[in-house]
């Protein structure tokens, strides 16, 4: 089978996107909850969902994703890393993290230009490290320092619109 290759080319852009990212929202995984993307887009869910909304202060989450590939074996996949920090140890806090670090979840990503990205939205989402510091110094964080990966055929669609999302509140 060959691959067909489009060739679209790309104009230089504006400088007007910066890095970062706002907020991410969690749910539990499920395999139906998303279509096919078309144009590296989702219209929405492909089923009705509910997702809960984790805040981010300024500066203090990151994603990335890495293409892998390997050409002894012919696979190329793009492995999707979240870092998220939360300030602030509260107990009810470490019962939440606990509960959701032991899911299989997907992740919705808006970063600060607006895009909202679907991360692990094929096969889910498992956290794979993290901390609870209360730091050394007078400045240093206290709280929380969560990492999740995913790896997926393509990038993470973005969201073009809400179709059957309902993005709950946070607490």
């Given at each position: 089978m060959s691959c067909t290759l489009t060739v679209n080319g790309r104009?230089?852009?504006?400088?007007?996107?910066?890095?970062?990212?706002r907020r991410v929202w969690?749910?539990?995984?499920?395999a139906a909850d998303?279509?096919?993307?078309?144009?590296?887009a989702l219209a929405g869910a492909a089923v009705a969902i509910t997702v809960y909304p984790f805040e981010l202060t300024k500066n203090s989450g990151s994603f990335v994703q890495t293409v892998q590939s390997s050409i002894e074996n012919g696979t190329v996949?793009?492995?999707?890393?979240?870092t998220i920090q939360y300030p602030k140890i509260r107990a009810i806090d470490n019962q939440e993290l606990a509960d959701l670090l032991k899911n299989r979840v997907c992740i919705i990503v808006e970063d600060v230009n607006g895009n909202r990205m679907v991360m692990g939205h094929t096969s889910g989402c498992e956290t794979n490290g993290g901390s609870v510091s209360t730091g050394t110094a007078?400045?240093?964080?206290?709280?929380y320092n969560i990492t999740f990966l995913a790896h997926e055929v393509i990038p993470a669609p973005i969201l073009s619109g809400t179709t059957n999302i309902t993005y709950g509140a946070a607490t």
């Open positions: 104009t230089l852009q504006c400088k007007d996107a910066i890095g970062g990212i969690f749910k539990k995984f499920d998303w279509g096919t993307p078309a144009s590296g996949y793009f492995e999707q890393v979240v007078s400045g240093d964080l206290n709280g």
